[in-house]
Antibody, heavy 122, light 106 residues
Framework: EVQLVESGGVVVQPGGSLRLSCAASGFTFDDYAMHWVRQAPGKGLEWVSLISWDGGSTYYADSVKGRFTISRDNSKNSLYLQMNSLRAEDTALYYC???????????????WGQGTLVTVSS | DIQMTQSPSSVSASVGDRVTITCRASQGISSWLAWYQQKPGKAPKLLIYAASSLQSGVPSRFSGSGSGTDFTLTISSLQPEDFATYYCQQANSFPGFGGGTKVEIK
């Protein structure tokens, strides 16, 4: 059974930093690209970042480019999101999502975690 | 950036009704489109990918169609468990979601 378990969400002050983690199990982690997707309270879904199966390619939404860094450790079946210079508008539930494929071409999210809540507030 | 526009933003329907949701892309995306269902307090669930391919385990009352810029999700006979919010998603290297359509009980 595929499982994705996010952690690391807390309340942080504007301008602060945070690292989210996602522990994956139930599939061959290094065969698949992985994503972070967020959802602000009561709002829709926003794609945040993508990393290819080997970590060689990364992509970011304009809203987080230059502030967030996605990474993975295939030896630990883990995905990460380093979040710097946090803003109030980054407040959201952050989901880890598995890509349906390895990283090139089309990107569909076939498994999702339950999310970890990040609140940016003074 | 490719913008995804869903309509309607909400729809009221009864059990057994046929429900159609549309999604329009600001530029052509071939068949690179997915549909997701999200229930309150839950993560989204993939229903359809590549515009018309049914994800494993998804009931056949869900179907998708379209290509280029215009896409449709159809629920042929609405069931009680289908009341939820539905999102379309374009699937290129910078994925993006539509604003969502809430399917409510009439």
């Amino acid at each position: 059974e595929v499982q994705l378990v996010e952690s690391g969400g807390v309340v942080v002050q504007p301008g602060g930093s945070l690292r989210l983690s996602c522990a994956a199990s139930g599939f061959t982690f290094d065969d698949y690209a992985m994503h972070w997707v967020r959802q602000a309270p009561g709002k829709g879904l926003e794609w945040v970042s993508l990393i290819s199966w080997d970590g060689g390619s990364t992509y970011y939404a304009d809203s987080v480019k230059g502030r967030f860094t996605i990474s993975r450790d295939n030896s630990k079946n883990s995905l990460y999101l380093q979040m710097n210079s946090l803003r109030a508008e980054d407040t959201a539930l952050y989901y880890c999502a598995k890509d349906i494929a390895g990283g090139s071409g089309e990107h569909y999210f076939d498994y999702w975690g339950q999310g970890t809540l990040v609140t940016v507030s003074s | 950036d490719i913008q995804m526009t869903q309509s309607p933003s909400s729809v009221s329907a009864s059990v057994g009704d046929r429900v159609t949701i549309t999604c329009r892309a600001s530029q052509g995306i071939s068949s690179w489109l997915a549909w997701y269902q999200q229930k309150p307090g839950k993560a989204p669930k993939l229903l359809i990918y590549a515009a018309s391919s049914l994800q494993s385990g998804v009931p056949s009352r869900f179907s998708g169609s379209g290509s280029g810029t215009d896409f449709t999700l159809t629920i042929s006979s609405l069931q009680p468990e289908d009341f939820a919010t539905y999102y379309c998603q374009q699937a290129n290297s910078f994925p993006g979601f539509g604003g969502g359509t809430k399917v409510e009980i009439k």
